[in-house]
Every structure is written in C-alpha cells, then in structure tokens.
C-alpha cells in the first residue's frame, strides 16, 4: 500500500516527551510518598500502643510495599532504609540507639530488610515493563499517524480506539470517533448494488485472518461524501497470539477509480468501432483470442455462425499455415505486417485474394494489449483488373468499328489516333492527321472556341462536353457534338456527326414557338379553374366554419343546462329524472363528437392538421381511452382485456391524436361487438423496425373482405342495413388512418365476417432516444379554488347569446362569484373600465365591436392589462385558437364546453394571477 505523507520529523511526538517528564516527576513524588507513609506507620504503631515483645516488622513491611509499588526500586530502598533506622533507633532496645540487644529482634529486623529489597527489586522490573509498554504504544501511534493511507485501530469490539489524520479527513470524524462503533465511523456500501457491505474489522474479528476489500466499496463520510476507497483489515496481536485490536488501512480511490472508468469507456468506443466498421477488422488479445469483430469481417470470411468474442483464432482457423503464426508473433512485439496481395484458401476448395495489415495495440504506453487486423478480400478486384485488360483489347478492336468519330491528341496537339469515322469528319486520310498538328492540318483552328477548351481540358485534366459548328477550309461546314476527356496520352474526343439533329432542330423550334402560344391560351384558362376551385374550397371551409359556430351555440346551452340540472343548480332531481338528464348529455356530447369528427377530417384535407409531439406515457394513455369507453362495455357485459409490453413505456406522439385515434376504434369494436364478447387492446414494441403498435380487436361480427377497401372512405358505410342497427357517420376510420399518417405511421386490418377485427395502428419508434422521464403522473389533477376564496369574486361574461349567458350566469353565481353580463364587445369594455374584474369571460362572435377587438382594447388598458381573459367561443377551425391567443386572450374554450372544465379554468388562472 502507497505512502502518501511520510513523517515530517523523526523526534517523538508532544504526548512521549510529557510521558518521559510525568515519569519522573512520579518518581520524586514516591521518595516523599516513601517518607510520608513510613511516618504514618510509626504513628499508627504509637497510636495502637504496641509493646515492644510484639512483632512490629509486618506493620513496617507496608510503607515498603507501598513505595516500591508507586515509585520502583529507588522509593523502595529509600523506603527499606527509612523504616530500618526508624525501627531499630526507636522501636527495638536499646531504645534511642542504633543497637540491637535481642538476637530474635535482630534476625526478624534482617529479614525485614531482605523482604523489603526483594519487594522493591520486583517492583522496578513491573515499572521498567510498563515504560517498555507506554513507549511501544507511543511509538505505535507515531507509526499509524505517520502513514500516508488512512488508518483506524480498535479493540476486540470494534470501537474505534485511533484514527490518524488522512482517516480523520476521508470519515469526516474527529476526536469524537473514539469510542464508537466502527460501523458508525466507517460505514461503507456496494458501488453498484449500494448494499451495505461488512467491514473487514468486522471480518478480521471474526475469521482472525488479514482482510482484503477492493470490490468497488464506498465509504459514506460524516457529510455525506461517497469516496470510493480500497480497504484491508489485520489484527492486533500479543506475543502469544491473542488478538487484542484490529488495525482498519484505507485510501481514496477515485482518481484511480475515473481512470478504470475512462479506459473502460474507451476499450468500448474501439470495440464498437471495430464492429461497427465498414472494413473487416478484427481486435485480438495476446493469446489470439477475439475481443471485436466488424460485421463486414464476419461476412467475408464466412463466420456467421461461429460465436467468436473470447475464442482463440488458431481455434476457428485451426488449419492456418505456420507462416501466419510467425507473423503474429511478430506484430505481438511491435512490428507492423502488411500485404497487397496474399492467396486465401475457402474450405470449399475455392481461392480468395486479400490484402491485409497487421498492427499492435497498446494496453498502455509501453504494454502491447494484443494485435488489429484490417483485411480487404481483393478477388473481385484482381478479376475486375483482369477483364479489364482484356477489355481493353476489345475496346481498340471496338473503335475502329464505331459510328461516333475517335480522336487522340498527344500533349504537342499532334494526332496520335483516329478511327475510319474520325477520319470521314475530317475529311482527310491517316497519313494526312497522323504525326501531324491540329495547327499544320487545320490553320487558325488555335483562335477558334474549340481549341480554347481543348486546352483547358488539357491543362487542368478534366472532362468537358460542346456542340461545335466546324468550319472546313473549302468553305462548307458540319455541326458535331465533342465529348472530350483527358488520357495518359494526352486527350481522347469523341465526335458525332449532329448536323441533321441541329437541322431538325431549327424546324422544331419554329413549331415550339407556335405551341407556346397555345399553352399561354390553355394556362389561363387552367388559371381560372384554379381561381374557381380555391374559391369553392374558401365557401366550403366558410360553410364549415358557419355550420361549427351555428350548432356549437345552441349545444353550448343544451350541455350547459343539462349540467346546471345534474349539479342540482335549480333543485333536486329524481332518479328518473337523473337518467333522462343523462341521456341528454350523451345524445348532445354524441352530436359534438360528429361535428368534431367532420372539422378534423376538414382540417387534415386542408393539411392544416396540428400534430404537437411530446413524449407521453403509454400505459396512462391507454388506461384514459379504455375509460372512455367501459361504461359502454358494462352496459353489454362485454369483457375488456389489456396487453402491454414491458419495453413500451415511453412514445413520442401527440398524446391527444393518438387518444382519438384509440378511442374511435375501441368505440367501434364495443359498438360492434354482442352482448357478452370481449374487446382487447394490445401494446408491441417492435427494436428491430424501430417500431411500436397499438392493436385493438373483438369479437365482433367481423368485415368481409371485400369491403376493407372502403373501410377508410369519409362518409362511406360497409352496409346500408348496418346503418340502420348501428349509429355514425362513417368518419371515425378514415380519421384513424389520416391521424397514423400524419404521425409517420400505417394502419393494417384483419377481419372476416362473424369471427372479429384486429385493427392494428404502427407508428415510429426509438427505443434508444426514448429516455425515462421523472413524471409522478400521467393525470393532471384539476385546480380547484376554495369555496371561500372565489365568494364576492367579480366575473364579467360577454356573450351575445341570452341561453348560452343565462346558463353560464347562474352557474357561476351558484358557486359563489358575482357575475356582470355584457352582450357585445363595447358593452363588455365599458364594463371592464368602469369596474374593473377579477377575469373576463369572452365571446367572440358579437354584434358591433367582435370579441377579437375588445380583447385588443382591453389590453391596451394599463389597468386591466393583466386581467386574465378566457374566450369562449364557437369558432373551432383551423387557426380559431391562435387569433384568439394572439389578440391577447390567456386561454380559449370551444363551445360546446363542460362548466366544470370552465370553472376548473377560472381558478387556475386566479390562482396564478
């Protein structure tokens, strides 16, 4: 293991030098711990009132024993000697002098003195081993402090007992470690799986043996920092072998760890390189075992089906010559070994030509990984170069027998070659053209336009085409057509002879001037039809719009009042009453549904369908057009299955068109399907064609095959007897398909009659560009503004339309805001100025100043210049939402629209006000 910060100084740390001096300051403290004690006892032994035939020595061996204990050998004899004078001068007659007059007294006060030496010489080898000790776990510490790695010691139960400062810096840990738990200092997990991972304390306590950790293991610091490190564990022993700690080594590893990454990350761009290369290239490792292979060098040399990563090429070639053995060995030591062109027998018997390069690749700066071999099959080349030579020989036997005139001038503008029609446009024979120049044969030809490209083409070599009217000496001309080219020679021409084109030329020219002027006359006349067509498209996209706005409006106050009764606005309803109310609103959404259907088929034969991509989930998507429709499945006990496949999750459409495209054909298979069947929606994701489908089937009374074709006609219904059992309008398929189309897609149908549909929609798909997205949900939860927040809020509605404001009216004011009616543009902006609102509800199709117009007024108001507006309107063609938006309107709703939807979009936007 690497030392990264060696000491910085070889004398011992603060904590020794104070020991040295504690040590002998306890050292005189026990001479005068030894004189005291001693003083104590002879007290203690007056205090008792011994007499002099008792035995006294035991009493006086304790300040001995007690002297040596605390201070060694030099406070024990000092003891030994205090006690014995005392003793023999004070405590043994002759009293007051040091003579002894009893031979017991003086055998017992000997072996007094004996004991008392021997205790204090026990005594100094217990201190001497206790510095011995003190100095070694000193010196310990130095050592672990002083080692670049970071080091962490701890005892039997793995509380952390050290740390040296490079541990303190990667844990985040001070003083404070000491004494914890290791797993609490040191915790650490997996890279990859972020699993907690055993400490090698733990493991080192456990087993007794030296742990090694370097499986990608992340310290987790105090702060939150995730290191990567390299760790090992030893343990602490004594001399007997008894573990008394463990000692925990670590160091940072992430520059090494960015270093592995960015060579893994480029050992895998050369071996996509490799096998996504056109050429056939092949990427060994030192023992000839494939690491890369390209696609082309598996195709040429017929390796498809052998599995080749990891398998040795002398393996799949066991039959190789000894030469190319020889010649890898080379390259393995650094040569670089090519061929033009070498022999390859097929196992067919069959022989290739291939040319090939060998070159050495580096693991490192100085570490040959193993050799790249680029090789190109030549035996398609070598045939080319074959037949061409033969060719050529072909070719000069073909020129001479060519209608078109071949010409070849050397470099010094003489004739070289001439074929027999070259010679007839010249007009003259090979011993007058050859040898000779263009300018001894034809003088002045070098001011001529001809001769001028001629020497372009023979300065800069490039080819060059002309008609060019030659003039002959005798007076009379020709118009030829040159073709001509550089030649190693110097240029080669070619001539044809193009006077009758040119002649005929000049007759159709004349003839072209006089269809000119009928084409004039007839463009005119297409002019007008265009002018009449545009016209009639302008009436009927007027018409449309008219109608939209027309039926909009009074199904605007039909699904309003409807609403307003269900909600129980104007009281209580019965059930019956309820069922009725619902009835009424399916019938009228119905009715939206078909003018809705007729306006998109208008918008997409206008090519003005508006497709805005987003990424979308799929599964939501498909769970909110399932819910369309369940209510009807109940309804006839049809049962609904889903299938979703798992790669699926994520597609970039527009989420309300392939809504509508879902809908519509699930609509129809629950329409056309009987009581008890089964419906399906099924999700596939193709990799391969980039592809995913949304299949919808039934079981239903299925389409006989005749009657496909016209599935996808506007307005057109497979059987008029249908029409009478089943309701629509005959749109829904062939805005299914015109939707897919405008997605990039197609749509395919399997059916036949009684047995079910399978309605299959595929659209684009890049499961590669298709990245997660970090969305909670795919349903957006509508705003809602407390009930007491919107009391008293001041709503100005400007609608032309009395049912339609009536209905709007007294629904707001049953929830709580104060509603101001205006029924034109210039009511609405007086309104506004005179008592300025908290929104503004517009209508756009007024009588006097339109709704377009006093939104622009209102704007231009700095006092209601942020009062948010919502048009309300039943303009919904192509473009209806952007006038709105761009005459600075904040949101816009088609009439008919759901109350709920509109009060949801009034308190969203007092919300962001």
Same mark, same amino acid.
């Given at each position: ?28 403290? @026990? ?27 035991? =009493? ?72 011995s000790t003190e100095v070694s776990r000193q010196l310990y510490a130095v050592t672990l402090a002083s080692i670049g790695d970071a080091v962490i010691s701890t005892d039997t139960q793995g509380r952390v007992n050290f740390l040296n400062d490079e541990a303190r810096v990667l844990t985040g840990w001070g003083n404070d470690a000491l004494g914890q738990h290791l797993d609490v200092v040191f915790p650490i997990v997996n890279e990859d799986t972020r699993a907690s991972v055993e400490s090698p304390v733990s493991k080192v306590l456990r087993t007794g043996a030296v742990i090694g950790l370097a499986n990608h293991?992340?310290?987790? @610091? ?52 490799? $096998? ?102 030549? *035996? ?7 037949? %061409? ?9 073909? =020129?001479?027998? &060519? ?24 007009? &003259? ?8 120049? &263009? ?6 030809? $070098?001011? *001529?336009?001809?001769?001028?490209? %001629?020497?372009?083409?023979? $300065? ?154 987003? &990424? ?33 999750? %994520? ?47 039934? *079981? ?49 149908? $399997? ?69 101001? #009616? ?29 709704? %377009? ?12 210049? *942020?009062?948010?507006?919502?048009? #309300? ?20 709703? @088609? ?14 936007? =007092?919300?962001?006000?």
């Amino acid at each position: 293991m690497d030392i990264h910060r060696p000491p910085s100084s070889p004398t011992p740390p603060p904590s020794i030098r104070q020991g040295i001096a504690f040590g002998l300051r306890s050292t005189w403290q @026990a001479y005068v711990l030894a004189a005291i004690v001693t003083a104590a006892t002879l007290a203690l032994y007056g205090a008792l009132g011994f007499g002099a035939d008792q035995n006294i020595f035991g =009493l006086f061996l304790l300040p001995i024993i007690l002297s040596a204990y605390v201070g060694g050998l030099g406070p024990g004899l000092f003891a030994v000697v205090l006690v014995a004078l005392l003793t023999n001068y004070l405590l043994l007659p002759p009293y007051d002098t040091f003579a002894i007059s009893s031979t017991i007294d003086s055998s017992r006060w000997l072996i007094m003195i004996i004991v008392g030496v021997l205790c204090s010489a026990l005594s100094e080898g217990l201190h001497q081993a206790r510095r011995s000790t003190e100095v070694s776990r000193q010196l310990y510490a130095v050592t672990l402090a002083s080692i670049g790695d970071a080091v962490i010691s701890t005892d039997t139960q793995g509380r952390v007992n050290f740390l040296n400062d490079e541990a303190r810096v990667l844990t985040g840990w001070g003083n404070d470690a000491l004494g914890q738990h290791l797993d609490v200092v040191f915790p650490i997990v997996n890279e990859d799986t972020r699993a907690s991972v055993e400490s090698p304390v733990s493991k080192v306590l456990r087993t007794g043996a030296v742990i090694g950790l370097a499986n990608h293991t992340l310290l987790i @610091a105090r702060d939150g920092r995730e290191i990567p490190i390299d760790d090992s564990g030893a343990p602490i022993k004594d001399s007997q072998g008894h573990t008394l700690g463990v000692v925990l080594v670590f160091r940072d590893v992430t520059e090494q760890r960015r270093a592995e990454v960015a060579l893994q990350r480029s050992e895998r761009t050369l071996k996509l390189f490799v $096998e996504m290369a056109p050429a056939a290239i092949a990427m060994f490792d030192t023992e000839m075992r494939y690491l890369a292979v390209s696609r082309r060098f598996i195709s040429d040399y017929r390796l498809e089906e052998h599995e080749l990563i990891g398998r040795s090429h002398y393996e799949i070639f066991p039959e190789i010559p000894d030469r190319w053995r020889e010649i890898h060995r080379r390259c393995q030591t650094g040569s670089v070994e090519m061929c033009e062109e070498d022999p390859f027998p097929r196992e067919d018997g069959t022989m290739d030509w291939v040319r090939w390069e060998l070159h050495p690749w580096y693991a490192s700066e100085a570490t040959i990984g193993g050799i790249v071999l680029l090789s190109e099959v030549i *035996t398609a080349r070598k045939q080319s170069q074959a037949a %061409l030579r033969e060719s050529e020989a072909r070719f000069h036997k073909t =020129l001479d027998t &060519m209608l078109e005139g071949c010409q070849i001038i050397g470099f010094d503008w003489r004739y070289l070659y001439l074929n027999d029609s070259a010679l007839r446009h010249a007009r &003259m024979s090979q011993e007058g053209l050859i040898g000779h120049t &263009m300018m001894e044969v034809f003088p002045g030809i $070098e001011q *001529t336009e001809m001769f001028g490209l %001629l020497h372009r083409c023979l $300065e800069d070599r490039s080819n060059h085409r002309m008609e060019n009217l030659f003039a002959y000496p005798d007076g009379s001309s020709a118009w030829y057509d040159l073709s001509i080219q550089p030649s190693p020679e110097g240029l080669f021409i070619l001539s044809i002879d193009i006077t009758d084109r040119k002649q005929t030329e000049a007759a159709i020219q004349a003839e072209r001037a006089l269809l000119a002027e009928r084409v004039a006359e007839r463009t005119a006349e297409l002019r007008q039809v265009n002018t009449d067509l545009a016209r009639a498209t302008q009436l009927k996209d007027e018409f449309l719009a008219n109608m939209s706005h027309e039926l909009r409006t009074p199904l605007t106050a039909i699904l309003g009042r409807t609403e307003l009764m269900q909600e129980m606005v104007y009281g209580s309803i019965t059930p019956k009453q309820a069922d009725s109310l619902r009835g009424i609103e399916a019938s009228g959404r119905h009715l939206l549904s078909l003018i809705n259907d007729i306006l998109d088929l208008s918008k997409i034969e206008a090519g003005k369908i508006e497709i805005e991509p987003l &990424m979308i989930q799929v599964e939501p998507l498909c769970h909110s057009s399932l819910q369309m429709v369940m209510e009807s499945a109940r309804a006839k006990e049809i049962s609904v299955r889903t299938t979703y496949d798992s790669m699926v999750s %994520l597609i970039h459409a527009d989420e309300r068109r392939i809504k509508q495209i879902l809908v519509n054909l699930l609509t129809n298979a629950v329409k056309f399907t009987p009581a008890g069947g089964s419906v399906g929606l099924e999700v596939r994701g193709n990799a391969q064609t980039d592809t995913v489908s949304f299949t919808v089937w039934d *079981t239903g009374i299925g389409i006989a095959a005749d009657d496909i074709a016209q599935l996808f006609q506007p307005f057109v219904q497979i059987d008029k007897g249908l029409n009478r059992q089943y309701e629509g309008t005959g749109l829904g398929l062939s805005l299914v398909q015109r939707l897919t189309i405008a997605h990039g897609g197609w749509v395919d149908v $399997e059916s036949s009659l009684g047995e079910g549909s399978r309605f299959r929609v595929t659209l684009p798909w890049n499961p590669e560009d298709v990245a997660p997205q970090d969305e909670a949900s795919g349903i957006i939860e509508p705003a809602r503004v407390p009930a007491a927040s919107v009391v008293g809020l001041h709503i100005l509605l400007a609608e032309d339309n009395q049912a339609n404001s009536q209905v709007v009216e007294e629904y707001l004011r049953a929830h709580g805001y104060v509603v101001t #009616l205006a029924y034109n543009g210039a009511e609405a902006l007086a309104c506004a100025e005179a008592s300025p609102p908290a929104i503004i509800l517009m209508d756009i199709q007024m009588p006097g100043m339109d709704g %377009l117009e006093a939104i622009r007024r209102v704007r231009a108001n700095e006092r209601l210049a *942020t009062v948010p507006i919502i048009a #309300l309107t039943a303009l919904a063609m192509p473009g209806d939402r952007e006038r709105c938006l761009a005459a600075g309107a904040d949101d816009y709703l @088609a009439k008919p629209f759901s109350l709920i939807k509109l009060r949801e979009l009034i308190a969203q936007h =007092l919300r962001q006000r």
